[in-house]
């Protein structure tokens, strides 16, 4: 086994690579680590030949360097478990590729490993993100401490995994995956380093709204039953008012009045189609958990993976040129 591997998920990053693997190695090769380390990219399906500037900086820096090139775009998730399942390391860091999280942490989280701890999380107490990608993290991240107590206030992508925790995570079976809250369930020693996270120099962000909306239903569904119990309770207020209203009415048409039927009764009717209203965007709520189901049922795989290049820290891959060319 190496010490340290550091897995990379890259998605349209091409051009922060260059930066980032600088960085990483600047920071790796002034720490004592005696077996060595790796670098674990997982290109995710880009489209900016980021997998081809990967191949060109393997032959600029000297260490291992593995690229796992995925059969298409599976998402954040996926990428990172399949970074996870090739990392040969003691030690397992897990760094998004926009620079936004700093390398010059790994040291005091490799130390905080040295001293027991199975993870060690990089945790944002400030974010440089847009307005609304700040409001709704922070929604997020308040929904899943109602589960996960001691997940951060800002959430974490950044984060160090001892070899057994990285095993423990890989045992853990599911296709839409809240990352964060199946960290926290392992349950193992956990060390939390804060940091101010910076803002993006390079590129765009690929966090698009419609993936963070699913993601957001990822977590919704993986840590909370807040749904499933306010449908119930709006059934419950449903049928009461429902069945209410017909004695009511049968009431009424035994005494011969016939006021039920009028205009005046029109408010009540319109509150009954509103509460009917909720009940079904609720029920759509519950068809995301069904089909959560339905997703484990046929089981396909999380991810496929399209090709695989390593090579060895005295090795060159032979493709000279400007990786960003």
Request: aromatic fraction near 10%; include cysteine.
């Amino acid at each position: 086994m190496t010490e340290i591997s550091v897995v990379v998920p890259v998605f349209q990053n091409r051009e922060s690579l260059h930066p980032l693997i600088k960085r990483i190695t600047d920071v790796l090769d002034m720490m004592d680590i005696n077996a060595g380390y790796e670098l674990i990219f997982v290109d995710d399906g880009s489209t900016d030949k980021s997998y081809s500037a990967l191949r060109e900086l393997s032959n600029l820096f000297v260490c291992t360097f593995k690229i796992v090139q995925l059969s298409r775009n599976f998402g954040q998730v996926p990428a990172i478990s399949a970074g996870l399942a090739h990392a040969s390391g003691k030690a397992v860091v897990v760094i998004s590729a926009d620079l936004q999280d700093p390398p010059e942490l790994i040291p005091l989280m490799f130390d905080e490993w040295l001293h027991g701890k199975d993870i060690v999380i990089a945790h944002r107490i400030s974010r440089r993100d847009p307005l609304i990608a700040q409001i709704t993290s922070k929604i997020a991240y308040r929904i899943a401490r109602k589960k996960y107590p001691t997940m951060p206030r800002g959430g974490f992508d950044f984060l160090l995994l001892s070899a057994r925790a990285t095993e423990a995570y890989l045992k853990m079976k599911g296709k839409n995956r809240f990352f964060q809250g199946d960290i926290m369930y392992l349950g193992f020693k956990i060390a939390f380093v804060p940091y101010k996270r910076s803002s993006r120099d390079t590129g765009k962000s690929q966090w698009t709204f419609s993936k963070r909306m699913k993601y957001f239903q990822d977590l919704l569904v993986t840590s909370s039953n807040f749904f499933p119990k306010v449908a119930t309770l709006i059934g419950g207020i449903i049928t009461t008012f429902s069945s209410s209203f017909l004695i009511v009415t049968v009431l009424l048409r035994l005494s011969g009045r016939h006021e039920i039927f009028s205009i005046q009764l029109n408010p009540g009717l319109t509150l009954l189609v509103l509460l009917l209203g909720f009940g079904i965007l609720l029920l759509g709520q519950i068809g995301e958990y069904l089909w959560r189901i339905y997703e484990e049922l046929i089981d396909r795989p999380a991810y496929l993976i399209d090709q695989i290049f390593e090579k060895a820290s005295n090795e060159s891959s032979g493709i000279p040129g400007d990786p960003l060319s």
